[in-house]
Nanobody, 122 residues
Framework: QVQLVESGGGLVQTGGSLRLSCAAS????????MSWFRQAPGKEREFVSN???????RYADSVKGRFTISRNNAKNTVFLQMNSLKPEDTAVYYC????????????????WGQGTQVTVSS
């Protein structure tokens, strides 16, 4: 079973950038769909982006053109490059994985990391 550990969160000013990493342990990382979700205080967890085994990507409308997801299968790591950050991007960001599900529903993912806090100041 894959285990996930996120890193790279922090405090940044509006317009700044951060790069999140999600390191996976376990076998067959390259076969997993890897996703990023986020959860702001008092709100439901929401889909941000995902990347499949062919490196096809999808993004939530709210982050298109600003965030880029990528993966390095040799290092068992998925990244989320976040540019032009806004205060509304403030949330705990979670990495998730599944062998088959390619959608954007929280319920579709079985494996989750512990999350990393991203705070964007205005």
């Amino acid at each position: 079973q894959v285990q996930l550990v996120e890193s790279g969160g922090g405090l940044v000013q509006t317009g700044g950038s951060l790069r999140l990493s999600c390191a996976a342990s376990g076998q067959r990382f390259s076969a997993y769909v890897m996703s990023w979700f986020r959860q702001a205080p008092g709100k439901e967890r929401e889909f941000v982006s995902n990347i499949n085994w062919k490196s096809d990507t999808r993004y939530a409308d709210s982050v298109k053109g600003r965030f880029t997801i990528s993966r390095n299968n040799a290092k068992n790591t998925v990244f989320l490059q976040m540019n032009s950050l806004k205060p509304e991007d403030t949330a705990v960001y979670y990495c998730a994985a599944d062998q088959y599900y390619t959608g954007s529903s929280v319920a579709g993912y079985d494996i989750w990391g512990q999350g990393t806090q991203v705070t964007v100041s205005s």
